[in-house]
């Protein structure tokens, strides 16, 4: 008899889990359910959209609905949303979302793949047409139609993210007066220590992006029901004609609360290397899960791409397997993150100096600045911020911010921290040297030299 596998959520690790089960199982029924009418397409890219680089969203899309069907040699449902869990009977209640109508759906193997939501404070849930979030496909085509149906004077990101930072740089690049309204020490701060933070704040308000240091505290939306202006807790009116509101996600993990699946602290289902749940028959894989991470074995929720694509074929090959063959492991995820914003790249791989400090970690770094190639050659500046672990050298994180290309030096060091990897190692490096490619000296080989001299100056005290 054949199995009957539902993989839930269309986005990025469903489909990636729907194609890895037809590989492993070419019998199979599978079925993928979305919420939404848009499967299979490239969230990361939807900013290209806001800035006018990229005008038809379908272009992002990889699959339609029926292409993907075809392709794949499944059955996928758009505009379908799974309400509830049996556990006991292997059956799912789906809710058509165009018309109300519930059917129940029978599965031998269950893959959540829900993602992760976006984070709206009460005091800025509004119904004025001006105020948006981006986390679909849907949002973002929302958000162009506005920008084209009438001009956008003053624009205000609540939130700086990697998502809202990107947006602050779409809608400058349309032409658009933007302001960013967050706390300084907040800005990337997930990502970046204080030295770099403070880089990226003067990137911005170099082109000319206002950076407000404060909090929203709700909207004020004028009688015909626009968007008026932002308030903030310093009891100032940021007077705009649009809104998006970039405060962070949370995991999209409501179906598993009834059935007693365990979730973690941000709430995301708890997986382990085979990214199974704790409920038998049912395993989860993307933005809605949390698992471990390579430097210091904690629980956390990493909202990666890669992350979303790797973990969904995991969770697709375990689910389709019929106990033959070894079952797909993965491996503790390196939090590693960029972005482009104009001629500056900016980002982070593992823990920050701050972050691992709250863990109770001994930590040390070193900061440095340097050059992209040779001083004979057109170079631009590049700035690193290291972070190893105190009493054996091992690298926790590194930050990294410079022109065009330098957020390819962080894969060197996940690759370094993902096998446990110290200062030493980054010193041994065999870095590329050709003027007008590189320095002799790579900025990472610095960066590595000065640490190496503070862990060596610790360790005599």
Not at 87 to 96: F, H, P, S, W
Not at 161 to 173: C, I, P, Q, R, T
Not at 293 to 315: C, D, K, M, T
Request: aromatic fraction near 4%; proline fraction near 4%.
């Amino acid at each position: 008899m054949k199995q009957i596998i539902v993989v839930v959520g269309g986005v990025a690790s469903g489909p990636a889990a729907v194609a890895e089960a037809r590989r492993t199982d070419p019998d199979a029924r599978i079925v993928l359910i979305e919420k939404g009418d848009d499967i299979s397409y490239g969230a990361c890219e939807m900013p290209m959209l806001l800035s006018g680089s990229l005008e038809n969203p379908e272009r992002l899309r990889r699959f339609t609905p029926a292409g993907f069907a075809d392709h794949f040699d499944v059955e996928v449902l758009v505009r379908h949303e799974v309400v509830r869990i049996h556990t006991e009977t292997r059956k799912l209640d789906v809710v058509n979302v165009s018309n109300s109508t519930v059917l129940k759906m029978r599965y031998d193997k269950l893959i959540l793949a829900t993602g992760a939501s976006a984070i709206i404070p009460e005091s800025l849930r509004s119904a004025t047409p001006d105020v948006f979030s981006l986390r679909s496909l849907e949002d973002a085509r929302t958000i162009q139609d506005a920008l084209a149906k009438r001009t956008i004077h003053h624009a205000v990101v609540i939130g700086g993210g990697y998502v809202g930072l990107d947006v602050v740089w779409a809608l400058k690049e349309r032409g658009i007066r933007v302001s960013i309204l967050v706390p300084k020490d907040s800005i990337l701060k997930e990502g970046l220590d204080e030295p770099m933070q403070e880089r990226l704040l003067a990137h911005l308000r170099h082109h000319q992006v206002a950076v407000r240091d404060d909090r929203a505290s709700g909207l004020e939306v004028a009688p015909d029901g626009r968007l008026a202006a932002v308030l903030t807790e310093a009891g100032e009116k940021i007077g705009c004609d649009l809104a998006l509101i970039a405060t962070g996600t949370q995991p999209q993990t409501q179906l598993g609360l009834h059935v007693r699946i365990k979730m973690g602290a941000s709430q995301g289902y708890l997986v382990d290397d085979g990214m199974q749940t704790s409920e038998k028959g049912i395993w989860a894989c993307g933005d809605c899960v949390e698992r471990e991470e390579a430097v210091f074995g904690e629980i956390i929720h990493a909202p990666l791409s890669l992350n979303a694509f790797r973990s969904g074929r995991v969770a697709g090959r375990n689910a389709a397997r019929k106990g033959t063959g070894r079952p797909a492991r993965i491996a503790a995820v390196v939090k590693a993150a960029a972005l482009a914003l104009g001629p500056l790249e900016i980002g982070h791989t593992g823990w920050t100096e701050g972050a691992a400090y709250k863990l109770g970690k001994q930590v040390v770094s070193a900061t440095i600045q340097h050059r992209s190639a040779s001083s004979l050659s057109p170079h631009s500046d590049v700035h690193v911020h290291l972070v190893a672990e105190t009493a054996t050298g091992r690298l926790v994180g590194c930050q990294i911010a410079g022109g065009l290309g330098t957020s390819q030096r962080l894969n060197v060091v996940t690759a370094l921290i993902r096998s446990g990897g110290t200062v030493d190692d980054l010193n041994n490096v065999d870095f590329v040297y050709a003027p007008r490619l590189a320095p002799a000296h790579d900025p990472l080989f610095v960066a590595a030299r000065t640490l190496q001299k503070t862990l060596n100056a610790s360790r005599k005290h």
